[in-house]
């Protein structure tokens, strides 16, 4: 495969110029690993650029990209491709009249193909990826063997900590490819995402808003907290919300009702805990940004001091 530009570098361009960022090490690891013709598994929570960061390794290697959403309605038949019913009674079973699957597409093309998800998809097709990678090459029934292409690789993502709807990952998978864990990144990389991402605000408050997030995941009561999603949406709605009541972004109202949308339905809860997922966002706001401040409604719109609870 084409090699990357620069790999283990601070930031590399991603799709429509997205840049990765804190990700050198992973971008490195990754180029090495499809370099040496492994395939790999990213491994870790939502909201840590694995897609991005797949992207990004295709674009800058110059590679095919195919992508695969994995879930409970991924049959063998939408992964390898189906004979088209109307033109087999026309002309019969044979390459013409078969329609090609993602699966198909990328052993033919020597694409990266990308199976996100791959813990959410029946074990029937899992066990036809375990036989593409071990095999290099794929049987379908009627149609003969299509052979991996030399660029072939696949890449496959799961988050570990999601069990709903997920099946555990058999050893016979985990054996067969390389595995990049990716974490978090740090405070500084992930408000770096949030000012690439997010309309332009002060640079203090959304530092505290990327804080606000980081606390969710530690949070005693809180089983899986909020990516950096969360922070990116907090600054959007914030920004919009204060522009409709014609106060600043920084305003404390603005952030919390903001925060309460944004992290409400990302945040998990502790099995064993009591406490609504709102109450923790407000506690964790407080944490964060202080005690609601008093009637403010003299305050001045966007321009003026940026305090405003930050």
Known sequence: MGSV???????????AGTPVVGRGREVELLVAALEA????????PPGTGKTTLLRSVAEEAELPFVFVEGNAELTPARLVGHFDPAQVLERGYNPETFVDGPLAEALRSGALLYVEEINRIPEETLNVLITVMSEGELHVPRLGRITAHGGFRLVAAMNPFDAVGTARISSAVYDRVCRIAMGYQTAGDETAVVALRGPEVDEQWRAKVVSLVRRTREHPDVHVGSSVRGAIDIVRITTALAARRGRKTTDWRAGLDAALVALSGRIRLAESGSRSAEDIVRELYTAEFGQEPADDADEAPDGGDASGGA
Do not use: I
């Open 37 to 44: 013709g492994a395939h790999v598994v990213l491994e870790g």
């Open 5 to 15: 530009t620069n790999p283990a570098g601070s930031a590399a361009a991603g799709p």
